[in-house]
């Protein structure tokens, strides 16, 4: 028996494994090549050059691959590259990239993205993250490993969101939001350490702790982020966990959200990053 229904459309230019499975109306593009173990869901679109790895499930309606939302995208060739085992639910999509972005979008693996979620134009998102219903990427960001960005939340153009962070719901990042770190609000302030996260991942007790004495520091000392930046490097950077603390903070472009509950004036901004934003035509 097939395993691609009859009414779905193959573009003859696409190569899929013998086992993919292919619902209804499903419509693969050419220059789309999926993997071992891959099913695609009823009226889901894939449109190429797009590779997918092994034991993708795309769901009913999912749109991946299709050009991006880019006023500057002349039709130069782009593309969107995922890994393996990662779950794209009903109607999330997911955009390739652009000639001056780089012209690659990437995707890891064992990444859930919920209904309504997007990832847009050039951007780099990690492994085993979680975007929640209607979470949102707007081009060129990128989220490292194991992150989770909550329900209608938006992250901004050329932000980072930092290995294990936590993004609440309807939180609007336009600055970079902290390794390891809760960040939420319209306004979006820290919440502490993301302690009940990291232990689930397996993060040794000893940089848990050691992760919320740096945290202290940079949000609670009072000191500016240079001087917090040099007392952690001194006191706490042999932890590989607050090594990489330090590195995302250093890399900065746009800033890091640091500011707490009742302080909300006291984000990120200075040194380093604070960058403003580049071009008016990205999504």
Do not use: W
């Amino acid at each position: 028996m097939s395993r691609h229904h009859p009414t779905a459309v193959i573009h003859p230019g696409a190569e899929l494994a013998e086992d993919v499975v292919v619902g209804p109306h499903a419509v693969i593009g050419e220059g789309v090549v999926i993997g071992p173990g891959c099913e695609i869901g009823a009226g889901a679109q894939i449109q190429g050059p797009t590779e997918l790895g092994r034991e993708n499930r795309v769901f009913a309606m999912a749109a991946i691959g299709f050009e991006p939302q880019d006023l500057k995208f002349r039709g130069e060739l782009v593309r969107l590259e995922v890994g393996d085992r990662n779950q794209f639910r009903e109607f999330s999509t997911l955009h390739r990239g652009t000639g001056k972005g780089g012209g690659v979008t990437r995707v890891g693996s064992d990444n859930l993205f919920m209904t309504g979620s997007h990832v847009g134009h050039d951007c780099q998102v990690g492994s085993r993250t979680i975007f929640v219903n209607n979470a949102t990427l707007a081009g060129h960001v990128s989220v490292e490993d194991d992150a989770t960005i909550g329900a209608f939340s938006s992250v901004h153009q050329f932000c980072r969101v930092g290995r294990h962070a936590y993004i609440g719901g309807y939180t609007v990042l336009t600055q970079d939001a902290l390794p390891y770190v809760k960040t939420t609000g319209q306004k979006p302030v820290c919440y502490g350490l993301n302690s009940i996260g990291l232990r689930r991942k397996g993060v040794p007790e000893e940089s848990v702790q050691r992760l919320s004495k740096a945290l202290r520091v940079l949000l609670r000392s009072g000191l500016n982020l240079g001087q917090a930046l040099e007392e952690l490097r001194r006191e706490l950077a042999a932890d590989p966990y607050v090594a990489h603390l330090v590195s995302f903070i250093e890399g900065s472009e746009r800033g890091v959200v640091k500011g707490l509950p009742g302080r909300r004036g006291a984000r990120g901004g200075g040194e380093p990053g604070g960058g403003e934003q580049s071009g008016g035509e990205d999504e």
